[in-house]
């Protein structure tokens, strides 16, 4: 069984620029979660996405947004990045019949 | 607010020791408590988790035990291995109607097993 991957594995970006990241679940999950990991401050919730629809979002500006796919793969972008924005983003996906949450490899992104 | 605390931010354990690791949460309604290991560059591993109806779970060498009137559980690494040297982190969730919610994490814990 293929785990969740993420695109791309790296990404450089210059203050101001957008950003956009990918995830394509586990198959079979339906739910998606977004999580931002920037050194010092931890694993830190960003979006949860589930069928489709936006289900919770965590303490991050509207800058921060994303969107669910019929095929449950999902897109997080960053819009005006900031320097405070490089983090790994990582992304992870659940199903019903699940209690765990499976994590990908994440996207390093690195703002200039 | 810091729903999850845990504990020592760094460890280091000499190999086929114990390593303990503790974790504090506050919200009595989280039900579903995850311990994820992360090796530098890779994304977290799920490696043991408990619900709060019993006191410990066994996996191998991990185990968690779960205290949920101190709202405390931690996890031990019996005969610690220098491959389990790498940052833990505990995590706490709600699960309800079959949903997962979002996970709340502890700040981790960098695990050196000297060999």
């Known amino acids: 069984e293929a785990g969740v991957t993420q695109s791309p594995t790296h990404l450089i970006k210059t203050r101001g620029q957008q950003a956009t990241l990918r995830c394509s679940p586990i198959?079979?999950?339906?739910?998606v979660y977004w999580y931002q990991q920037a050194l010092g401050l931890g694993l830190q919730f960003l979006l949860w996405?589930?069928?489709?629809?936006?289900?919770n979002r965590g303490n991050f500006p509207p800058r921060f947004s994303g969107r669910q796919f019929p095929n449950y793969s999902s897109e997080l972008n960053v819009n005006a990045l900031l320097l405070g924005d490089s983090a790994l983003y990582l992304c992870?996906?659940?199903?019903?019949?699940?209690?765990?949450?499976?994590f990908g490899p994440g996207t390093r992104l690195t703002v200039l | 607010q810091q729903q999850v605390k845990q504990s020592p931010q760094s460890l280091i354990v000499q190999k086929g020791g114990i390593s303990i690791i503790n974790c504090a949460y506050e919200?009595?309604?989280?039900?579903?408590f995850p311990w994820y290991q992360q090796f530098p560059g890779k994304g977290p591993a799920l490696l043991i988790a408990?619900?709060?109806?019993?006191s410990e779970k066994k996996e191998g060498r991990f185990t968690i035990s779960f205290n949920k009137s101190a709202k405390q559980f931690s996890l031990h690494i019996m005969d610690s291995q220098p491959g389990d040297s790498a940052t833990y982190f505990c995590?706490?969730?709600?699960?309800?109607?079959?949903?997962?919610?979002?996970?709340?994490f502890g700040k981790g814990t960098l695990l050196t097993v000297n060999p």
């Open positions: 992870a996906s659940s199903s019903l019949d699940t209690d765990t949450q499976d």
């Open positions: 919200n009595t309604a989280f039900d579903y």
């Open positions: 996405y589930d069928e489709g629809e936006e289900r």
């Open positions: 408990i619900r709060p109806d019993v």
């Open positions: 995590a706490a969730t709600m699960t309800s109607g079959g949903s997962n919610y979002k996970l709340t």
């Open positions: 198959s079979g999950h339906t739910s």
